[in-house]
């Protein structure tokens, strides 16, 4: 059951977000931007170990500044963005703006499940915490994180292949950047305040969601006009 809890959140949201695409996506792709996703956490361990080794004091403020917007949430994107960059954008499935979010989706969640996995197989030992309440409050807070961070980011980035417009390359990294570094800072100082930048980021990536639903549905329309 705790297994269960651990995996499902990601795997639900994936399904979610893959099957609201109305020009699907080769299964390919969408299995292998998700195992991308779960590689990038070897690389993103190394390098937040290596800042909270160098970087961290012990007090509390540097730390949870340095968590929020030197390790951990500045890493964690950049890595998710480079999946995007170097993968993605090359490939001919990527043809409309909604892939960039299903396909951030894909990616960040790919980062999400795996973490996941090792903060409640691994980290709740060390820590001396059960296992199964790990994974149930993780579920409503650092799941839907990486979620709506994979959301935003494929939206920006979405915007950026289709527009050439470099501003959207920027946003693609920079709000991510802030969600999560916010939510990373907000840890370690009130649990509520932290599931409040959750909320507000989640409600921004289903608005955005849903802007490309109404884009493919004109575009939807569009082509049936052109058979009649």
């Known amino acids: 059951m705790t297994l269960l809890i651990t995996v499902l959140p990601s795997l639900a949201l994936v399904f979610y977000f893959v099957k609201s695409d109305k020009f699907k996506e080769p299964n390919r792709f969408i299995i292998i931007t998700f195992l991308f996703g779960i590689l990038i956490n070897i690389p993103a361990g190394f390098l937040n170990d290596l800042i909270d080794k160098n970087f961290a004091t012990g007090e509390r403020f540097n730390d ?20 995007l960059y170097f993968y993605i954008l090359k490939e001919k499935a990527f043809n409309e703006p909604m892939d960039g979010l299903v396909y951030g989706i894909l990616a960040s969640l790919g980062f999400a499940t ?10 709740a030992g060390i820590w001396e915490v059960i296992p199964m309440d790990l994974a149930i409050g993780r579920s409503y807070s650092a799941i839907p994180l990486h979620g709506l961070c994979g959301a935003i980011m494929g939206f920006y980035f979405g915007q950026y292949a289709f527009s050439a417009n470099k501003k959207y390359l920027g946003l693609a990294i920079i ?45 939807n329309k569009e082509h049936e006009d052109k058979k009649i």
């Open 64 to 83: 949870a500044l340095l968590t929020g917007f030197f390790a951990g949430g500045p890493v964690e994107e950049l890595l998710k963005f480079l999946v």
């Open 175 to 219: 709000v991510p950047i802030i969600f999560h570094g916010s939510y990373n800072f907000m840890c370690s100082y009130n649990w509520y305040y932290a599931l409040s930048i959750v909320a507000i980021g989640f409600i921004f990536a289903l608005l955005l969601h849903r802007n490309l639903k109404l884009l493919q549905k004109e575009k």
């Open 114 to 123: 795996y973490e996941n996995y090792n903060y409640v197989f691994i980290y």
